[in-house]
Nanobody, 120 residues
Framework: QVQLVESGGGLVQAGGSLRLSCAAS????????MGWYRQAPGKERELVAR???????NYGDSVKGRFTISKDNAGNTVYLQMTSLKPEDTAVYYC??????????????WGQGTQVTVSS
């Protein structure tokens, strides 16, 4: 099992910045991707950004150029630096970790979520 704990959400004005953190604990064996997703009221959960063990990243189209994902050297903490925030970035942000379990396929782990609210 993997436990993910997010922190850093809050209320910010449009144009401001926030930094989210996700601390992972437990069995990190074969965890090869970590990332952030978000879900706004009435909308589906969508990819914000993810990072592989090798450091490769990819971003959702709506956040490219504004958000940056990174991780610590141990790979147990993932960060999301958010800049130039817009009201449409308002959502609950969830940390995600993916385990490649071979024959069992990919297993997703989720944090409890942290609220980000951007006021206009």
């Amino acid at each position: 099992q993997v436990q993910l704990v997010e922190s850093g959400g809050g209320l910010v004005q449009a144009g401001g910045s926030l930094r989210l953190s996700c601390a992972a604990s437990g069995s990190m064996f074969s965890i090869n991707v970590m990332g952030w997703y978000r879900q706004a009221p009435g909308k589906e959960r969508e990819l914000v950004a993810r990072i592989t063990n090798d450091g490769a990243t990819n971003y959702g189209d709506s956040v490219k150029g504004r958000f940056t994902i990174s991780k610590d050297n141990a790979g147990n903490t993932v960060y999301l630096q958010m800049t130039s925030l817009k009201p449409e970035d308002t959502a609950v942000y969830y940390c995600n970790a993916v385990r490649n379990s071979g024959i069992l396929g990919f297993i997703n782990y989720w944090g409890q979520g942290t609220q980000v609210t951007v006021s206009s």
